[in-house]
């Protein structure tokens, strides 16, 4: 069974452009989470989907940061413009939800360097 | 709220010997816990879990954990450690209410040592 697959692996920017990240959760996992973790930290929740409803999404910056998942499967994290301080790594969870297995699965993550 | 602390941001110790990541949470109420792993370059993988039951749970590569509910704790524990077991590892919490909202500590690393 293929984990959850994050594309791509690294991406390096300027500031102010614009940059996307992909991620393809578990099948049949209803639950998505992205999250982001600076260098030394854990991870932070961004936002969480159930199935195509961003049910928490307290934490994400909005003025530059959007998601979505359009279909209730595989998701996108946008940045719009970057800044320096938005150099880290994504990274998107799953989970099959229910709480008897609310169990996270990992993808690898993106590392975002913003020059 | 929770807040997760891993009170060693380091912990370098030598091959075959033991090991004890701590790990203590804020908050009394109904509680999941976590502990994950991360190699370089890599994503968050489950060591071990507690959701219910027994207090002390066994995870992968020989790893396990106990709950102390009244010291709000979850040590990480390793009888023989392995150069393998180098890492960065993390405890996580979250609250039987909306156990979907995983908080995480800071991270251990272990540096295991020839």
């Known amino acids: 069974e293929a984990g959850v697959v994050q594309s791509p692996r690294y991406k390096i920017i300027e500031k102010k452009q614009p940059v996307a990240f992909w991620c393809n959760p578990i099948?049949?996992?209803?639950?998505l989470y992205w999250y982001l973790q600076n260098l030394g930290q854990g991870p932070e929740l961004l936002i969480r989907?159930?199935?195509?409803?961003?049910?928490?999404d307290s934490q994400l910056p909005k003025d530059r940061f959007s998601a979505e998942r359009l279909k209730g499967v595989d998701s996108t994290l946008k940045i719009q413009p970057a800044e320096l301080g938005d150099s880290a790594v994504y990274l998107c969870?799953?989970?099959?939800?229910?709480?008897?297995?609310?169990?996270?699965?990992f993808g690898a993550g993106t590392r975002l360097s913003v020059l | 709220a929770q807040s997760v602390t891993q009170l060693d941001s380091q912990v370098p110790v030598f091959e075959e010997a033991p090991v004890e990541l701590r790990c203590n949470y804020s908050?009394?109420?109904?509680?999941?816990l976590f502990w994950y792993v991360q190699y370089p370059n890599q994503g968050l993988q489950l060591l071990l879990k507690?959701?219910?039951?027994?207090?002390l749970v066994k995870g992968i590569n020989g790893f396990e954990a106990e709950f102390n509910k009244s010291q709000t704790s979850f040590h990480l524990r390793k009888p023989s450690v392995h150069i393998s077991d180098t890492a960065e590892y993390f405890c996580?919490?979250?609250?039987?209410?909306?156990?979907?909202?995983?908080?995480f500590g800071s991270g251990t690393k272990l540096n295991v040592k020839p």
């Open positions: 969870a799953s989970s099959f939800g229910g709480e008897s297995k609310n169990i996270q699965y």
């Open positions: 099948s049949g996992h209803n639950t």
């Open positions: 507690y959701l219910s039951g027994s207090t």
């Open positions: 989907y159930e199935n195509e409803e961003a049910v928490d």
């Open positions: 996580a919490v979250s609250e039987s209410y909306n156990f979907n909202k995983f908080y």
């Open positions: 908050s009394s109420v109904s509680v999941y």
